[in-house]
């Protein structure tokens, strides 16, 4: 289910400047294509090195709910946040604390766009939490769009 960039906007020197800048910032000690074991499985090649990366990058201190992949779906966090499993209630992620429900995600994939939503209240709650999600959802999207 990945969805690829038709309109022919790849550019090659522009990706492999970012490559190299990422392999000296982030993965220093490793090869570039080091991919975890565990996601040896996932085909979308850039999808897998991000996996493996983030999952490093938690053991050093990144916030979970911060990641734009998830270690659980194996996915970009876009793909995967409507599943109940990304409700955590007490974090309030995916809560809606006035109406004691899960909070419906709407992904659009073109404009990037994510929007919040209670079904109960039709509300956003104005939480640190949904800050949260809705900054790791954009940015799950470009990382897979790679904009
Ligand atoms: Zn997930
Ligand atoms: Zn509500």
Redesign the pocket.
Known sequence: MESRNSSGGFAPATTAETARRNRRDRLALRPADFVAPRYAGVSDHRLALALTTEDRSEEDGLDPLERVTCRTHRRWLHDCVASPLHVVIVTGTRW??????A?NVAIDQLAGDVAVR??????T?ATRATRQLVRACRASLAAAADR
Request: proline fraction near 14%; glycine fraction near 14%; charge should be negative.
């Open positions: 809606c604390r006035e109406c004691e429900c909070l209670c079904p109960s209240c039709g509300g709650p």
